[in-house]
Nanobody, 122 residues
Framework: VQLQASGGGLVQTGGSLRLSCASS????????MGWFRQAPGKERAFVAG????????YYTDSVKGRFTISRDGAKNTVYLQMNSPQPDDTAVYYC????????????????WGQGTLVTVSS
């Protein structure tokens, strides 16, 4: 499985941006897809995740109500809709696959996309 993230760019505060992550292989119902981000000078951190089969979603507190994770099973693609982004959301965003299910821990993820840079201007 290879993950290809895309959709990053420059966005103004209060705008919107949608990130995509396409998998080269099938994602199974037991899998968990996550988005992480790494801001300059900070460690990579969990942002959002989705149980592939049932679609349950999980978010870090700072993005709740602003970001939405979703999936397209037919396309083996996961999305991160970013609404009302703030300068603190500026980071490189990574998608990742956890085959063992729900996790917010980086080490539980076996496959990673290459990262896409999101820059939020005020």
């Amino acid at each position: 499985v290879q993950l290809q993230a895309s959709g990053g760019g420059l966005v103004q505060t209060g705008g919107s941006l949608r990130l995509s992550c396409a998998s080269s292989g099938r994602i199974y119902s037991s899998h968990f897809m996550g988005w992480f981000r790494q801001a300059p000078g900070k460690e990579r951190a969990f942002v959002a995740g989705i149980r592939w089969g049932v679609g349950n979603t999980y978010y870090t507190d700072s993005v709740k109500g602003r970001f939405t994770i979703s999936r397209d099973g037919a396309k083996n693609t996961v999305y991160l809709q970013m609404n009302s982004p703030q300068p603190d959301d500026t980071a490189v965003y990574y998608c990742a696959l956890a085959k063992r299910g729900l996790s917010t821990v980086e080490n539980d993820y076996s496959h990673w996309g290459q990262g896409t840079l999101v820059t939020v201007s005020s």
